[in-house]
T-cell receptor
Framework: NAGVTQTPKFQVLKTGQSMTLQCAQD?????MYWYRQDPGMGLRLIYY???????DKGEVPNGYNVSRLNKREFSLRLESAAPSQTSVYFCASSPLAGGNEQFFGPGTRLTVL | AQTVTQSQPEMSVQEAETVTLSCTYD???????LFWYKQPPSRQMILVIR??????QNATENRFSVNFQKAAKSFSLKISDSQLGDTAMYFC?????????FGPGTRLSVLP
């Protein structure tokens, strides 16, 4: 039981390049989330998927797209990376949206030059 | 929109002593959930404690307890008998069932 896994752990991109961050959970959770963590700002929600087949914007969705591939997997795509997207990205899952605890992956440190 | 404020960017405490981290939030909802998460240097986010707003009794988990004041919209975390392993960033978080909002965090250092 690996919980929430994320790949890659580290990534360096040049401005304008694209990439996809992968997230998978093996806890049969319905809801999944993508956050970014910047110094002094806590975690900010980018997108979430309350259940398989649905996705919704969070607080900071601009420059990102997501895909809920199936119940296990939720990917985050940067189509044209910008230096402002340099951050640590966390994926999380919970049994249901709302009041349940969220279980977090180990994070991806992304640097955009 | 809901907001979560943590007014103490950094705190320190001597090993074995007690420390309290502050958190206030703003919401017009009556039903919601509050959380404290810990993020050690490993970067892994770990749930410390959870409180449901409709419960008047303060949540407790071993050395961790909260002081939940619903009218004041305050949700502080008390750590008793602090240990070196408690050194971490602590985030207060709010959920109304649709939105999940984190505070900016408090960096806690436990000193030997």
């Amino acid at each position: 039981n690996a919980g929430v896994t994320q790949t890659p752990k580290f990534q360096v991109l040049k401005t304008g390049q694209s990439m996809t961050l992968q997230c998978a959970q093996d806890m049969n959770h319905n809801s999944m989330y993508w956050y970014r963590q910047d110094p002094g700002m806590g975690l900010r929600l980018i997108y979430y998927s309350a259940s398989e087949g649905t996705t919704d914007k969070g607080e900071v969705p601009n420059g990102y797209n997501v895909s809920r591939l199936n119940k296990r997997e939720f990917s985050l795509r940067l189509e044209s990376a910008a230096p402002s997207q340099t951050s640590v990205y966390f994926c999380a899952s919970s049994p249901l949206a709302g009041g349940n605890e969220q279980f977090f992956g180990p994070g991806t440190r992304l640097t955009v030059l | 929109a809901q907001t979560v404020t943590q007014s103490q960017p950094e705190m320190s405490v001597q090993e074995a002593e007690t420390v309290t981290l502050s958190c206030t939030y703003d919401t017009s909802e009556s039903n919601y959930y509050l959380f404290w998460y810990k993020q050690p240097p490993s970067r892994q986010m770990i749930l410390v404690i959870r409180q449901e707003a409709y419960k008047q009794q303060n949540a407790t988990e071993n050395r961790f307890s909260v002081n939940f004041q619903k009218a004041a919209k305050s949700f502080s975390l008390k750590i008793s008998d602090s240990q070196l392993g408690d050194t971490a960033m602590y985030f207060c978080a709010f959920s109304d069932g649709q939105n999940f909002v984190f505070g900016p965090g408090t960096r806690l250092s436990v000193l030997p």
